[in-house]
């Protein structure tokens, strides 16, 4: 399992548009991800009521994780937009 331990670059954390770029991004990834506090129960990252459900705020760490083919990439995206708290899509998600 391909997995990236990452700390959120969002001042407010995973919560309203933080969390519904972050669910934007996963869905777009191509390969199923999930998304846990560090030590936590890992939950669909596609889904933004588990995604808001984690409760997750900013630099705190949390572990994004894909077992499919082609996980990396994805995932390294994914970390990317996260770490930066970037505010829109970026092209290459």
Not at 38 to 59: D, E, H, T, Y
Request: glycine share 12%; aromatic share 2%; charged share 20%.
């Amino acid at each position: 399992m391909a997995e990236r331990h990452v700390k959120v670059g969002w001042a407010e954390g995973l919560h309203a548009r933080p969390a519904s770029i972050f669910v934007r991004a996963s869905t777009a990834a191509g390969v199923p991800v999930t998304i846990a506090k560090a030590g936590g129960a890992p939950v669909n990252a596609a889904s933004m009521l588990a995604v808001l459900g984690l409760g997750v705020r900013g630099g705190e760490e949390i572990v994004i994780a894909s077992d499919a083919e082609g996980a990396d990439a994805a995932l390294d995206r994914l970390a990317k937009l996260v770490t930066e708290g970037l505010e829109e899509l970026p092209e290459t998600v």
